[in-house]
């Protein structure tokens, strides 16, 4: 019963089977890894993902972190557990009435005895005992009927007597049983050793990959959020705009509305007094008496010199309204500018990026770690494909290539060997003796070769006569300004040298290994000049 509940304990509760390289969520649940990376990745879509035992929720994809003491229970268990057929499937021969489970097998009577039939068993030496089997007859030589004592090593066949002294294989080299099999035992020991290393160097490797999944998943979620906070911000400030300029404009529209009531108003005053003066005159027009006619005061008085300047200014204020300030929205529009720029600066000014080795141009004695920073110089043929892209000799060039904009990284060189790293063109040539970087004209490079540090470029080399002590440099790229420059990371760092060029291609980082060599995380500052 207690066995039972302790298996009950190690089944993993979607495949229910033992645990097979366990792992643990945050909520505590265990789970075999194939299983519940299946279960998430079915989750992947809708963004939410949840326990199968539990269902806790988790708003972002959840570590999987490895029970190291559930996974060696697990193994221990299964290691200890008896074969089920061994203990039930075998009966003894000689319980006809009531089945009693065997457990030792005759193979000369070629029958298989519990406890109780096993003390009255013959002690003979012709009666060899073994473990309980249902195949007795696989336990002896098909020739000649005899139990199966001895090894032929030269045959790989396990054999009789007869077999070793006048069968086939006769003069062999034979061995005992139980000793054969010891030393496959040990081979296999061997061989299980070293599978048991590579499944954890393997498992070793997929946990780093996980984390940069997990590392990329989390990247992308902070990429996400802050470009949703950036177009927040881009549509609150552009709100912010839509209401200030219709204030304006609303504000205008209110002054130039009570300048036009005034006018208005006025024009309205001028109207009634003309109408007044008009009446006066056809009143005097209609007179019949010549006396009284020519006694009314003269019409030329009737409109007077002030007046008519009055007018001219109503006129001159008619023409003049009716148009908005346009400069002072257009200046207020003018804020766009800035917004546009913040964005440009949201987008393009935002923290480091990684520049990452490309395995496709690696050569065959170049080995590239799992996170695409180190090349590291073997012995070993990789035996990777050839191809054009492929260099011959112990050099790679990153994935990534850069057409504008000023650019640095760190590269740090671990051994004493000779090296050289810097920057070289696409068509860089792969093969022969002016591949490597700084000996043809696409392509410039720090180099140390028997303790000796130079630059070079189209095979011309400058050496640099300052001790150089640190095992860390910088590279610096402005590639409008056509300059490439090398520096020592030391206290204070030192410039070393800069070529000058006019560029013409995407310039990609470049390594040449002798020994082993690490790239540190790129800072790209993409259209800022210092």
């Known amino acids: 019963m207690a066995s039972a509940d302790v298996k009950d304990e190690l089944l993993c509760s979607i495949c229910l089977c033992i645990f097979k390289d366990p792992v643990m969520l945050r909520c505590g649940h265990n789970f075999c890894r194939v299983c519940i990376d299946r279960v998430l990745y079915t989750q992947d879509e809708s963004g939410v993902y949840t326990c199968p035992e539990c269902r806790e929720e988790f708003q972002e994809r959840p570590a999987l972190m490895k029970n190291i003491n559930l996974h060696n229970v697990a193994e221990h268990f299964l290691f200890t557990q008896p074969d089920p057929v061994e203990i039930s499937g075998i009966l003894c021969t000689y319980c006809v009435d009531s089945p009693v489970p065997a457990v030792k097998s005759c193979l000369h ?57 006048a069968g086939e294989h006769k003069g062999h080299r034979v061995e005992m049983l139980d000793e054969a099999s010891e030393k496959k035992k040990g081979k296999l020991r061997n061989i299980f050793q070293k599978l048991t290393t590579k499944r954890e160097e393997t498992e070793e490797r997929v946990q780093n990959l996980e984390e940069r999944r997990r ?43 009570l300048s036009f009531s005034s006018r208005i108003q006025k024009l309205e005053i001028k109207k009634v007094e003309l109408s007044g003066r008009m009446r006066h005159i056809e009143e005097i027009c209609n007179m019949t008496d010549p006396l009284t006619v020519l006694q009314e005061p003269d019409t030329g008085d009737l409109c007077d010199p002030e007046e008519e300047g009055g007018d001219e200014d109503i006129n001159r204020c008619l023409h003049d309204v009716g148009d908005l300030d346009v400069a002072v929205i257009s200046d ?122 130079s630059v070079r470029h189209d095979g011309k080399e400058i050496r640099l006569p300052d001790e150089i002590s640190s095992d860390r440099f910088r590279i610096c790229l402005d590639y409008e300004a056509g300059q490439l420059s090398f520096y020592e990371l030391c206290d204070p ?38």
Request: net charge positive; aromatic share 6%; proline share 2%.
């Open 493 to 530: 760092i030192r410039h070393l040298h800069t070529f000058t060029a006019t560029f013409t291609e995407p310039l990609h980082a470049a390594l040449c290994v002798f020994g082993r060599m690490i790239l540190n995380p790129m800072h790209v500052l993409m259209n800022i000049r210092r």
């Open 332 to 453: 207020k529009l003018h804020t766009l500018c800035d917004i546009i720029t913040d964005i440009r600066r949201g987008i393009y000014v935002e923290g480091p990026g990684d520049i990452l080795l490309d395995v496709n141009t690696a050569a065959n004695n170049v080995l590239i770690s799992d996170d695409l920073k180190t090349a590291t110089r073997t012995q070993y043929n990789q035996n990777c494909p050839e191809t054009a892209e492929r260099f011959q000799n112990n050099q790679v060039m990153s994935s990534r290539g850069f057409t504008s904009g000023r650019h640095y990284w760190d590269v740090e060189i671990s051994g004493s060997g000779g090296w050289m790293v810097g920057m070289c063109y696409p068509s860089i040539h792969r093969r022969g003796e002016r591949s490597y970087i700084g000996d043809n004209n696409k392509s410039w490079s720090l180099r140390r070769y028997n303790n000796q540090y």
């Open 215 to 257: 590392k990329a998943q989390e990247k992308a979620s902070g990429e996400a959020k802050r470009v949703t906070a950036l177009f927040t911000d881009i549509r609150r400030r552009l709100d912010n705009l839509e209401k200030r300029v219709l204030t304006e404009t609303s504000r205008q529209e209110k002054e130039e509305s």
């Open 109 to 165: 009577c070629e029958a298989s005895l519990c406890e109780k039939h096993l003390r009255v068993h013959s002690k003979s030496s012709e009666h060899v005992l073994s473990d309980p089997s249902t195949s007795l007859e696989k336990r002896k030589c098909s020739v000649h009927k005899k139990i199966l004592e001895y090894y032929c090593t030269e045959d790989s066949a396990c054999i009789c007597v007869s077999c070793s002294l």
